[in-house]
């Protein structure tokens, strides 16, 4: 017997429980009321049938194919899904081809929903938008990736971009309660009663993931027997067998993401600063090392002299992670983090550095001023290599002379803080350029 002997019914019960209970049509949706509730844009769209070519952007689990699914549902025209893992561009053009005759004898629309779509490289998207400029296709794409990032910014640009947020508990426990009570897609012919406690705990390990949610409880439904009354018993003991929490893999948006909130929280939280770290390195399993060259460079941009110690611990706690390894470094990197947050802060080496390059536009080639030129060859002072004064000659080992090209001789770049250390490096500037008519040109 193959599948095509079974009957409509006896093929449904061979589909997985989060299959079956896929929606339909909109209103069976769960989740994304931002961009799919009632009067939103991309609602009115899909109850309309004119939706336009747009990118879903989203984690795994938040209902982008399911989405693409419902549009299919609603549509008069063809319907075509492709996966980028699998596609080529000749299934591409296949597409296209079929979807110019498609509009041309019969007057139909075709939508193209191709998943995953940051898998496409930069030729594969380019064969697609000639199609979506002259409205052959109508396209949707659908990736866990920051599209900025993955999509050809002029397909992007011909693309109406919809961010879908991940799902909570509180959706995942609906879409539980909807296979337990639904006997013609859901378990509800098997008689299973489920304790909420045990429900809370599949909607909390599913991460936001109503699949893996629904996919556990069926399987906690199938391995529990019935009691006597025939009953199937769902208890948290089962639940927690079935399920456990996920494990995460940082794909690159998230790498880039939870970077910059960790360099962030340096500039202003000891607890984020902390938080991000350990959950990048624990629970996304990106490399310690990553955030010790973040952190390294904060040291300079954010801190600064205003506590030059805080570079001294950064480089200190990555020499002890290629000494002694993960995890015992880990207190090592979590006190120079905390080091470097709790220190004065100040950003006044990025601004200097800012001025400079600024300068450099200004200026173009630098001549060297000639009482500042290399004099250690005979017949330098023919040249005019004279003239220079040497610092450690005078009173407070300071003497005042042009060190800069004559075009921008008074510039003034560094300028020290009132924080921590630099408040000295502030006093001591002041002393220098008083009475020097020194500026920030």
Known sequence: MDLFTYSSSERNSLKLLADRMRPE??????????????????????????????????????????????ISNRTNGEFVRLNAVEASVK???????????????????????????????????????????????????????????????????RSTLFQLKPLTAEHSLLALRRAL?????????????????????????????????????????MTTNPELDGTIRITVDVAEEAIREPSRKADKSTQYDV?????????????????????AVEKLGMDPMTFLRRLI??????????????????????????????????????????????????????????????AFERLGAAEVPLHLRDGHYSGSKQLGHVGYKYPHDYPGHYVEQQYLPDAIKRAVFYEATDQGMEDKIKLNQLRRRKGSGTSAD
Not at 193 to 221: K, S, T, V, W
Not at 264 to 277: E, Q, T
Not at 328 to 347: D, G, T
């Open 297 to 358: 460079v904060a040291c300079s941009e954010d801190i600064g002299l205003a506590n030059p110690q805080a570079m001294v611990q950064a480089v200190t706690a990555m020499d002890a992670y290629h000494k002694i390894g993960w995890p015992e470094a880990r207190y090592n990197i979590a006190q120079a983090i905390l080091f470097a947050v709790e220190s004065p802060k100040s950003n006044a080496i990025g601004d200097a550095m800012g001025k400079v390059y600024a």
């Open 91 to 157: 299934d591409v053009r296949d597409v296209i081809d079929q979807a110019k005759d498609r509009q041309a004898l019969y007057g139909t629309k075709t939508i193209l929903f191709l998943d995953e779509v940051h898998r496409f490289n930069s030729s594969r998207q380019d064969a697609l938008l000639p199609a979506v400029e002259q409205g052959i296709i109508i396209f949707i794409g659908a990736t866990t990736e920051n599209p900025f990032h993955h999509v050809n910014g002029a397909l992007l640009s």
């Open 181 to 221: 009570e639904d006997k013609d897609k859901g378990i509800a012919f098997m008689r299973v009663e489920a304790e909420e406690e045990a429900l809370a705990h599949l909607a909390q390990m599913a991460g936001g993931d109503i699949r893996r949610a629904l996919n556990a409880l069926e399987l906690c439904a």
């Open 25 to 70: 049509t909109i209103e069976q949706y769960i989740g994304q009321e931002h961009i799919v509730g009632p009067g939103k844009l991309l609602r009115r769209a899909i109850e309309a049938d004119r939706v336009s070519s747009i990118l879903l952007y989203g984690p795994p689990g938040c209902g982008k194919t399911t989405l693409a699914h419902i």
């Open 259 to 279: 970077l910059s909130a960790f360099h962030k929280s340096v500039r202003g939280s000891s607890d984020a600063a902390l938080f991000w770290f350990l959950y």
